[in-house]
């Protein structure tokens, strides 16, 4: 059997866990609570729930964000797990807020935890599922960019943020089940 992980990238700590850096954290979350698993181990520097009958691996690396790569690289070699059976998720506010995008590879993008990714591994081919939580305005730069992914959504925002992570589950089985092109059929758009 080929052992699958599906990792989503967020900030470890109570400080951040609605904010929208941690949508990756939040769609692993899911999948763990429909399949009934715990968050019982931790090894290669990430909380890990493992679902031992169809050898997936889901992870929340507790590295932070920027260094994310380190948990990933860790992981994959640990496991023996392919780069092609891996799947990233995380936060991008170059997306509005709700879209999903999947693709099975690129360059980062300018997000510094799939930099992360990117460079500890070597390689632009790592699928991913990109979040969106932008705003349809310009994205904010600099400091003004850190307050806003490590900010909270506003009230108006949590039903459509919660409604992603649920379809970034839903896209996270349909990758598993039915393959990246699929899925990006299905959900990109």
Same mark, same amino acid.
């Given at each position: 059997?080929?052992?699958?992980?599906?990792?989503?990238?967020?900030?470890?700590?109570?400080?951040?866990?609605?904010?929208?850096?941690?949508?990756?954290?939040?769609?692993?979350?899911?999948?763990?609570?429909?399949?009934?698993?715990?968050?019982?181990?931790?090894?290669?520097?990430?909380?890990?729930?493992?679902?031992?009958?169809?050898?997936?691996?889901?992870?929340?690396?507790?590295? #932070?964000?920027?260094?994310?790569?380190?948990?990933?690289?860790?992981?994959?070699?640990?496991?023996q797990i392919e780069v092609a059976d891996t799947l990233i998720v995380f936060d991008d506010i170059h997306l509005p807020?709700?879209?999903?995008?999947?693709?099975?590879?690129?360059?980062?993008?300018?997000?510094?935890?799939?930099?992360? +990714? +990117?460079?500890?591994?070597?390689?632009?081919?790592?699928?991913?599922?990109?979040?969106?939580?932008?705003?349809?305005?310009?994205?904010?730069?600099?400091?003004?960019?850190?307050? #806003? +992914?490590?900010?909270?959504?506003?009230?108006?925002?949590?039903?459509?943020?919660?409604?992603?992570?649920?379809?970034?589950?839903?896209?996270?089985?349909?990758?598993?089940?039915?393959?990246?092109?699929?899925?990006?059929?299905? #959900?990109?758009?």
């Amino acid at each position: 059997m080929t052992s699958r992980l599906i990792l989503g990238l967020g900030n470890p700590g109570p400080e951040y866990l609605k904010t929208r850096h941690n949508v990756g954290f939040s769609v692993v979350e899911e999948l763990a609570r429909r399949r009934g698993l715990s968050w019982a181990t931790e090894q290669c520097r990430t909380l890990l729930a493992l679902d031992e009958g169809s050898g997936l691996v889901l992870g929340k690396p507790q590295t #932070f964000m920027n260094r994310s790569g380190l948990a990933a690289r860790g992981l994959i070699e640990h496991r023996q797990i392919e780069v092609a059976d891996t799947l990233i998720v995380f936060d991008d506010i170059h997306l509005p807020l709700g879209r999903l995008r999947l693709r099975k590879g690129g360059g980062p993008g300018g997000h510094r935890g799939l930099s992360s +990714v +990117v460079e500890t591994l070597r390689t632009e081919g790592v699928p991913r599922l990109r979040l969106g939580v932008g705003v349809a305005e310009e994205p904010p730069v600099g400091q003004e960019l850190i307050d #806003f +992914v490590l900010g909270d959504f506003e009230d108006d925002e949590v039903s459509v943020a919660e409604e992603m992570v649920q379809r970034g589950a839903d896209a996270c089985e349909s990758w598993l089940s039915a393959g990246a092109e699929e899925t990006m059929n299905r #959900f990109n758009g």
